[in-house]
Nanobody, 117 residues
Framework: QVQLVESGGGLVEPGGSLRLSCAAS????????MAWHRQAPGKQREFLAS???????VYGDSAKGRFTISRGNAKGTVDLHMNSLKPEDTAVYYC???????????WGQGTQVTVSS
């Protein structure tokens, strides 16, 4: 059974940092690429970053320069390091494991990130 479990969300002040982590079980990251997305209330889902099986990284416009995706220290984990957070970064952040397209892959349950003073 495939499971993706996100952690690390919470409340942070503007300008702060957070590290989100996604623990994947039931799949191998050697054959599944991993991605992070987010969805704010009333908005469409937004792609943030992906880490491919060849360890290449791709970033969406909102993530460039502030967010970094990487393999975590624990096996089967992928992290999203977020810096210089802004109130508009407030959203539910989702982890996604995919081979062909995001939507045909596996999704975590999401973790809430709130940026507010």
């Amino acid at each position: 059974q495939v499971q993706l479990v996100e952690s690390g969300g919470g409340l942070v002040e503007p300008g702060g940092s957070l590290r989100l982590s996604c623990a994947a079980s039931g799949i191998s990251l050697d054959i599944y690429a991993m991605a992070w997305h987010r969805q704010a209330p009333g908005k469409q889902r937004e792609f943030l970053a992906s880490f491919t099986t060849k360890r290449a990284t791709v970033y969406g416009d909102s993530a460039k320069g502030r967010f970094t995706i990487s393999r975590g220290n624990a096996k089967g984990t992928v992290d999203l390091h977020m810096n210089s957070l802004k109130p508009e970064d407030t959203a539910v952040y989702y982890c996604n494991a995919y081979q062909q397209t995001f939507d045909t892959g596996y999704w975590g349950q999401g973790t809430q990130v709130t940026v507010s003073s």
